[in-house]
Nanobody, 117 residues
Framework: QVQLQESGPGLVDPSQTLSLTCTVAGVSVTTNGYYFNWVRQPPGKGLEWLGNIDWKDSTYYTPSLKTRTSVSKDTSKNHFTLQLHSVAPEDTAVYFC?????????WGQGAQVTVSS
């Protein structure tokens, strides 16, 4: 069974980089047909998909954040990561990692990240 866990700092200074890691268990980050995603939910708002990296290491990003977003993968640790650059208070949200698989979608618990000085 696929299990995901987000980790990283819960507080980030404005203009700095938000960095999160998703630890994956139950599936390899190279497994055929799988996409490894980051999604966020600001307070009182809906889910916003940020981007992903697939089993072949191709990346895809939501256009509005493409210039600030980077998703990468560490195969040896079976992790995938999010970097969101030049953050501002409006980037405050619960950040989720999620796996889109041929048989369904798996979610982490979410990590609260607050952008504030």
């Amino acid at each position: 069974q696929v299990q995901l866990q987000e980790s990283g700092p819960g507080l980030v200074d404005p203009s700095q980089t938000l960095s999160l890691t998703c630890t994956v268990a139950g599936v390899s980050v190279t497994t055929n047909g799988y996409y490894f995603n980051w999604v966020r939910q600001p307070p009182g708002k809906g889910l916003e998909w940020l981007g992903n990296i697939d089993w072949k290491d191709s990346t895809y990003y939501t256009p509005s954040l493409k210039t600030r977003t980077s998703v990468s993968k560490d195969t040896s640790k079976n992790h995938f990561t999010l970097q969101l650059h030049s953050v501002a208070p409006e980037d405050t949200a619960v950040y989720f990692c999620a796996v889109f698989a041929p048989v369904g979608v798996y979610w982490g618990q979410g990590a609260q990240v607050t952008v504030s000085s």
